[in-house]
C-alpha cells in the first residue's frame, strides 16, 4: 500500500486539526490550477488555439493525482453506468436547460461563431465534456468530502470551477451561464455521485450551445 493511500484511508479524527492555510491548500490549488490556462491566455501569454490542449493537460495531472493519492476509478464517479434513474434525471435535466437555453435566444441576441463541427464534435463530446466533467464535478467532491464541507458548499464550489475554466473566452454572460449550468450538474452529481449521465448531458448542452451561437 502506497504512503498516499495510506495516509488518505487514515481516519481524520486521530490526526490534529492542520492549520487552516494548509486545510484549503487543495481546494486553492485546484482553483488556480484550473483558472491558469483562461487566466494566461487573457493576459496574451498563451494562444487562445491551446485552451483545448491546456484542459487536457490540467485534467490528466488533476485525475494523475487521484489515483496517486489511491483513489478509484469509482470515486471519481466512474461507476453503476446501468443506474437508469440517473439517466432518467440527467435526460429531465438536459431538457429544461435545453429550454431556458432557446428561450435565451428568443431573448437576447448572441453572436458567437459555431466551430467546424465535424472535426470538433468527436473531441468535445469524447474528450472535453469528460475532462471538464471530471475536474469540475468528481475531483472537487472528492476534496470537500475530505474537508467534511460537501452539501451545497460543494455544489457552489463546483459551479465556480466550471465557471472558470471558461475565463479563456472573456464572456461575462457565458461566465454566468456556466456557473449556473455547473449549479445544477453539481447539485445532480452531489445526489447521484455517477459521473455518466453528467458527460451525456454535457455533450448535448454543449453541442446546442454552439448550434445556437450561445458558446
Same mark, same amino acid.
Given at each position: 500500500?502506497?504512503?498516499?493511500?495510506?495516509?488518505?484511508?487514515?481516519?481524520?479524527?486521530?490526526?490534529?486539526? !492542520?492549520?487552516?492555510?494548509?486545510?484549503?491548500?487543495?481546494?486553492?490549488?485546484?482553483?488556480?490550477?484550473?483558472?491558469?490556462?483562461?487566466?494566461? /491566455?487573457?493576459?496574451?501569454?498563451? !494562444?487562445?488555439? $491551446?485552451?483545448?490542449?491546456?484542459?487536457? %493537460?490540467?485534467?490528466?495531472?488533476?485525475?494523475?493525482?487521484?489515483?496517486?493519492?489511491?483513489?478509484?476509478?469509482? =470515486?471519481?464517479?466512474?461507476?453503476?453506468?446501468?443506474?437508469?434513474?440517473?439517466?432518467?434525471?440527467?435526460?429531465?435535466?438536459?431538457?429544461? /436547460?435545453?429550454? %431556458?437555453?432557446?428561450?435565451?435566444?428568443? #431573448?437576447?441576441?448572441?453572436?458567437?461563431?459555431? !466551430?467546424?463541427?465535424?472535426?470538433?464534435?468527436?473531441? $468535445? %463530446?469524447?474528450?472535453?465534456?469528460?475532462?471538464? =466533467?471530471?475536474?469540475?464535478?468528481? /475531483?472537487?467532491? #472528492?476534496?470537500?468530502?475530505?474537508? =467534511?464541507?460537501?452539501?451545497?458548499? $460543494?455544489? @457552489?464550489?463546483?459551479?465556480? #470551477?466550471?465557471?472558470?475554466?471558461? #475565463?479563456?473566452?472573456?464572456?461575462?454572460?457565458?461566465? @454566468?451561464?456556466?456557473?449556473?449550468?455547473?449549479v445544477v450538474w453539481g447539485f445532480v452529481y452531489w445526489r447521484t455521485l455517477n459521473i455518466w449521465p453528467l458527460i451525456a448531458s454535457h455533450a448535448a448542452i454543449g453541442t446546442l450551445a454552439f448550434a445556437l451561437g450561445l458558446a
Amino acid at each position: 500500500m502506497g504512503l498516499m493511500t495510506f495516509l488518505r484511508q487514515v481516519p481524520t479524527q486521530t490526526a490534529a486539526a !492542520p492549520h487552516p492555510a494548509v486545510r484549503f491548500a487543495p481546494l486553492a490549488g485546484l482553483t488556480l490550477l484550473l483558472a491558469a490556462p483562461g487566466i494566461a /491566455i487573457q493576459f496574451g501569454l498563451l !494562444p487562445f488555439e $491551446y485552451r483545448m490542449g491546456a484542459l487536457i %493537460v490540467v485534467s490528466a495531472l488533476c485525475i494523475g493525482l487521484c489515483l496517486w493519492a489511491g483513489f478509484s476509478f469509482t =470515486e471519481l464517479g466512474f461507476g453503476r453506468p446501468h443506474q437508469w434513474r440517473h439517466w432518467l434525471g440527467a435526460v429531465a435535466v438536459t431538457s429544461l /436547460i435545453s429550454a %431556458v437555453m432557446l428561450l435565451q435566444t428568443r #431573448l437576447f441576441s448572441f453572436d458567437a461563431q459555431p !466551430p467546424a463541427w465535424l472535426s470538433f464534435a468527436p473531441f $468535445y %463530446v469524447l474528450v472535453s465534456s469528460p475532462c471538464q =466533467e471530471v475536474v469540475c464535478r468528481s /475531483i472537487p467532491k #472528492l476534496i470537500t468530502d475530505r474537508m =467534511e464541507h460537501g452539501g451545497w458548499a $460543494y455544489v @457552489l464550489y463546483s459551479a465556480a #470551477l466550471f465557471s472558470l475554466i471558461h #475565463l479563456c473566452y472573456g464572456d461575462p454572460a457565458l461566465l @454566468l451561464n456556466t456557473f449556473l449550468l455547473g449549479v445544477v450538474w453539481g447539485f445532480v452529481y452531489w445526489r447521484t455521485l455517477n459521473i455518466w449521465p453528467l458527460i451525456a448531458s454535457h455533450a448535448a448542452i454543449g453541442t446546442l450551445a454552439f448550434a445556437l451561437g450561445l458558446a
